[in-house]
């Protein structure tokens, strides 16, 4: 233990981070990219790293595919914050907004394609929050630190 200091503390990264980019399926490995940098420093595993980037991915995915019904130049904004507890990431779209609880993920265990991203997303977060908004919705997705819940 420190003399000077007689608590251990972790000192996190407190980041804050903004990508806004067109909904063409060609900008998702670039947004990819931007999570996994923004995650570094952050104790994760690596499977919670790659779990959190693909869940972003999916999100995105879903928002090119329903929100905007594949328009390729509709805007999506990706913010990250990096807080004391957790990190949280929030997906912005202006496009049709779907009801949460209309949307129909299937049974993990069913083989067949399709069907997973809202399992996925729920499997990477521990919260998942759908804000409807005027125009589109905000989709907030929550990661807590080391199992501490916020």
Known sequence: MNAGN????QVLPMKKKTVEFSSHTGNLALMRGCVRDFLNGYPFSEKER????LGVDEACTNIIRHAYRLREDQP????MEGLRKCVRMRLRDYGE???PHAMKGRSHDMI??????LYLIRSAFDEVDYLHKSRGT???????LGGVTS
Do not use: D, H, R
């Not at 007689?6 to 503390?9: G, H, R």
């Not at 790659?50 to 980037?53: I, N, S, T, Y």
């Not at 999506?76 to 913010?79: K, P, V």
């Open 112 to 117: 067949k394609p399709g069907g997973l991203g």
């Open 50 to 53: 790659l779990l959190m980037v």
């Open 76 to 79: 999506i904004a990706l913010s």
């Open 6 to 9: 007689p608590f251990s503390l």
């Open 138 to 144: 905000e989709l907030v997705l929550t990661k807590n």
């Open 97 to 99: 907004q779907v009801v």
